[in-house]
């Protein structure tokens, strides 16, 4: 079936680092894919997605390619905040499957002043 | 526009009782999911309905979660009796439905379960 495997965390870095996670899908069809974030406390929040091969996701700093061929769909941000601590999830939506959103297991990044 | 809303924020209860959880979707999405997300894990789905139908509750443990969404609106999940391992974070989220551009799922803060 669909999967998610992402980065395993947690990732530490100081305040104007560069950011990568990243996330790998298997699917049957052609999914959407997304990132997701999550604040201490909260639900989650949609980051950014990309609904067809070579889409660009963006919002905030963060970036994420839609790459068919590797599979992969890593986010990066050229220089994190200590705003940006968070959990961050990459998921995938397979319209052939109900929409069912099925998510990594998380990382954990936490950015130092 | 409002979120999605639920409610309690946090409940514990002890092993073998029951609990109910409440969900208010975004208005005028048909979709609405329940996960159940375990500490350290990302959310797994457990029921997925669209308007007052289900769609898919494969993952639902049937013999002790049940949900609802009897008018297309809002849903009550339940657990009973509850189990030590179904302590964790339930999240409820909904979406228009329909194709890509509409199946974005917006989440809400979830609701705690602390099972003793």
């Known amino acids: 079936g669909d999967s998610v495997t992402q980065m395993e965390g947690p990732v530490t870095l100081s305040e104007e680092a560069f950011l990568t996670i990243n996330c790998t899908y298997t699917?049957?069809?052609?999914?959407?894919l997304f990132w997701y974030v999550q604040y201490p406390g909260e639900g989650l929040q949609l980051l950014l997605k990309?609904?067809?091969?070579?889409d660009k996701g963006s919002n905030k700093g963060f970036e994420a390619t839609y790459r068919k061929e590797t599979t992969s769909f890593h986010l990066e941000k050229g220089s994190v905040q200590v705003s940006d601590s968070a959990v961050y999830f990459c998921?995938?939506?397979?319209?052939?499957?109900?929409?069912?959103?099925?998510f990594g297991a998380g990382t954990r990044l936490t950015v130092k002043p | 526009e409002a979120g999605v809303a639920q409610s309690p924020r946090y409940k514990i209860i002890e092993k073998r009782q029951s609990v109910a959880f409440w969900c208010n979707p975004i208005?005028?999405?048909?979709?609405l999911y329940w996960y159940q997300q375990i500490l350290g894990q990302g959310p797994k789905l457990l029921i997925q309905?669209?308007?007052?139908?289900?769609?898919?509750d494969s993952q639902l443990p049937k013999d002790r979660f049940s949900a609802e969404r009897l008018k297309g609106v809002d849903s009550t999940l339940k657990i009973q009796p509850a189990k030590l391992e179904d302590s964790a974070v339930y999240l409820c989220?909904?979406?228009?439905?329909?194709?890509?551009?509409?199946?974005?799922?917006?989440f809400g803060a979830g609701t705690r379960l602390s099972v003793l």
């Open positions: 309905f669209q308007n007052n139908g289900v769609v898919d």
């Open positions: 989220a909904s979406s228009l439905g329909g194709g890509r551009a509409k199946n974005i799922q917006y």
């Open positions: 699917a049957t069809g052609y999914p959407s």
């Open positions: 998921a995938l939506s397979d319209r052939n499957n109900n929409n069912d959103m099925r």
């Open positions: 208005s005028g999405h048909a979709t």
């Open positions: 990309a609904t067809k091969a070579d």
